[in-house]
């Protein structure tokens, strides 16, 4: 039994290759502008990348400044020559001017990369939409 298990171990030990930290990222646009947005309207917008690299790009994590800035992404590794996208999903329930920065953690040395999402959600007209 010993044995069978050290044979197991020895073959998943020979197959098991990591993934590189030599991945590089390059967006479309650093920074998105929602310029004038209505309270408690939709507010999406999505960053756009591509994997410039010789490698396997994974994205391990993509964090905000608040919760009212939701991330989503693609969990899967970007083969070279390859795009995918980050949405960001921004909560406009309070009124005025935003700036929140959106930080992106991945497998490259350039790695955490920042974007940027800004604009004003404007305060509404009528007092009853507080």
Known sequence: MLILIGCFLLC??????????DAQVKFASGEYDFHHLKMKDKAECEFE???????LLVIYDVKTTCGCTVPDWNKK??????????KIKYDTDHPGK???????YYNGKDSPKK?????????PKDEEQF
């Open 115 to 123: 974007l940027v999402v800004r604009g004003i959600v404007d305060f």
């Open 98 to 104: 935003f700036r929140k920065t959106i930080t992106v």
């Open 49 to 55: 990348f591509s994997n410039v690299g010789e490698s």
């Open 77 to 86: 590794p970007i083969v070279p020559g390859k795009k995918g996208a980050i």
């Open 12 to 21: 998943l030990s020979c197959t098991y290759q990591p993934v590189k930290n």
